[in-house]
């Protein structure tokens, strides 16, 4: 498969991170959420397959409900079983038969010098993925009942470990399993009773380090006490977090963001499941080279879009317009088509009103703490022009598109519109997509007026 071309934005997104890999300075970290299936193309958790199986086993109805939860299965089965070791073999069984397999995903980020890999799931996925990429990992596991004697080296990206921290079907009394075992399992990691190998706690404390976390499920409360007791943030570099929408369409979102802020800041950003590996390794085999001035051509028909934003948030926002640009918009830019000498003022409400086909709005924390700033004048345009708007089959034409950035409200001004939440500047899918959709509304309408 060949590899995807960067944009220049994603280029200079990935750049920091990449840099940390190359040097050595990033630890993986896996979540449940990326261990799935190669063919399974829904990317449901090997877990919830493992819980179906185990409900289905006991006859139970609540296979009809929402996604199983692995610790709601155990605890069903060792209520009716009341045989631990029976349940640890039935776990067991299931994860074997997932031996020797891997996925994309797993793959392209074996082909990255990572000398450290946290996994939260007992498989063998990344394993697979690093002994097809000609490497040698080293495999260990934290059990709680009682470390058993691994003898590990320093890790090394020829030589990576994959440290399993809930356990490993191998060794299937270190599974954390139940609710009980969970708590059993953080008591001893609080304690350091076992601790962690000193191949792991010492890459973990160096504060040169920082983490890249995977579908990792950051909305579950036990997970932030394990981090803090790890110490994984709060290091010279923030840690980046991608999540899918399991994260981002939680309730506790927002909460959760914000507890990971100040001095214990990750930054959360969405998770594309094959495309983040595959740029990370693009990223990474492609040598640095200098931005292009000239911006990216784009066709002559592209709706024209008009970026409104805090001055403070200009370089985020220089990259989400050329990563639009990569979509195939076109970006009216202030500085490029605002000739010297024009009063913004004077030539706002023409732009905005006649030269743009959209505008987008960028709300960020710069924005909401601003008391004076131009751009309160330039969505004031954007809403009277958005409320001329005319409507196409039922539907409301889109003038004024209202996005965010991080953990901050929505303007009043801007309450009764669908807001989408940008977790990076390249993370433009949904943006796109709305785009496009109201266009070819706008040009089914126009050919109908044509033919009338």
Known sequence: MLEPALTD?????????????????????????????????T???????????????????EIAGPPPSLKRASELYYEQHKDREELELFVQDFYEKETGRTTEFHSNLAALPFRLCVTASPDDLMETALIKAKKRPQTSRYSFRGQPSQKLHAPSPEEPLIYHLFGHWADPRSLVLTEGDLIDFLVAVV??????????????????????????GFHNWYLRVLLQVLKVHGHHSKALAFEDSHFFDHPDHEQTVGFFSGQRLIDFRRLHWETLPRLLKAAYCTPSRSVPVNPLPVDENAPKIF?????????????????????????????????????????????????????IVVQSEHMMNRVV?????EIEVALQKQAEMGEFDGNRLRFLLPVKIGNCPTLASLSSLHVLTLSSPTDVSMLAASIDEDWKRRGLMNARRRVA
């Open 9 to 41: 934005a994603q280029r200079r997104e990935l750049r920091p991170l990449v840099t940390r890999i190359k040097d050595g300075l990033c630890v993986l970290v896996l979540g449940p959420y990326t261990s799935v299936r190669p063919d399974d193309s």
């Open 43 to 61: 990317h449901t958790p090997l877990d919830q397959h493992l819980a179906r199986e185990i409900l289905e086993n006991l006859g139970s109805g």
């Open 191 to 216: 304690k350091g009773v076992p601790p962690l190998p000193d191949e792991v706690r010492s890459v973990l404390a160096d504060q040169a380090t920082s983490c890249l976390f995977l579908g990792f």
């Open 307 to 359: 970026l409104s934003y805090a001055s403070e948030d200009r370089d985020w926002v220089d990259q989400l317009g050329e990563s639009l640009q990569a979509q195939g918009f076109a970006i009216w830019k202030d500085r490029q088509d605002l000739r010297t000498g024009d009063d913004w003022s004077r030539v706002l409400v023409d732009v905005i009103s006649r030269r743009v086909d959209y505008v």
């Open 373 to 377: 700033g131009v751009f309160h004048r």
